[in-house]
């Protein structure tokens, strides 16, 4: 089992431009989340997505839109690029939600977004 | 507001040391405790969670957590620090009831580990 990938690993950006961060699992998790990593900062939650076709919005959404493709995938985007969103972006699964059962979230790699 | 706090940004530890990693929360209701550690360079893997029952946490690599309710704490020990424990760890919590998911964490503690 590869558990979460994403891709690209690295990203440069130009401010205004649009991009797509993939991530996808292989564990048949129910629940996907995507965080970001600012230096000092913890991780923040973006969005998340109880199950195929349904998302909601985390503590930090604005600037990013979200798609759960299906089961295995959830896709984070950014429309407008700005050196706000300069950061480490991870995404999560879940069996369901850790909220309620204290699920195990597993973490991908993350991918590393430089916006100029 | 739900938060985490660690309140050590770093920790520096003599290899074979015993540590300990602080956390305190602040919610309404008893939450579900999490430690993870992230490598420089990787993603984030779970070292322990407390989620009812037994206030001491067993987890892998040596680890463990004692959570305690009147001080609203989570702190992270292990007896005998290895130089391959040198990393980023973090506090991180959730809790049922509040109508949304996903994790808060803490800022996290850099461990240093000095041979």
């Known amino acids: 089992n590869a558990g979460v990938t994403q891709t690209p690993k690295f990203q440069v950006l130009k401010t205004g431009q649009s991009m797509t961060l993939q991530c996808a699992q292989d564990m048949n998790h129910n629940s996907m989340y995507w965080y970001r990593q600012d230096p000092g900062m913890g991780l923040r939650l973006i969005y998340y997505s109880a199950s195929e076709g349904t998302t909601d919005k985390g503590e930090v959404p604005n600037g990013y839109n979200v798609s759960r493709l299906n089961k295995r995938e959830f896709s984070l985007r950014l429309e407008s690029a700005a050196p706000s969103q300069t950061s480490v972006y991870f995404c999560a699964s879940s069996e369901g939600w850790v909220s309620t059962g204290g699920e195990t979230q597993y973490f991908g790699p993350g991918t590393r977004l430089l916006v100029l | 507001a739900q938060s985490v706090t660690q309140p050590d940004i770093h920790i520096t530890v003599s290899e074979g040391a015993s540590l300990e990693l602080r956390c305190n929360y602040s919610?309404?209701?008893?939450?579900?405790l999490f430690w993870y550690v992230q490598s420089p360079g990787q993603g984030l893997q779970l070292l322990l969670k407390?989620?009812?029952?037994?206030?001491l946490v067993q987890g892998i690599k040596g680890f463990e957590a004692e959570f305690k309710r009147s001080q609203s704490s989570f702190n992270l020990r292990k007896p005998s620090v290895h130089w391959s424990d040198a990393a980023e760890y973090f506090c991180a919590a959730t809790y049922s009831g509040g109508g949304a998911d996903g994790l808060t964490f803490g800022k996290g503690t850099h461990l240093i580990i000095q041979p």
């Open positions: 407390y989620f009812s029952g037994d206030t």
């Open positions: 919610y309404g209701a008893t939450p579900y």
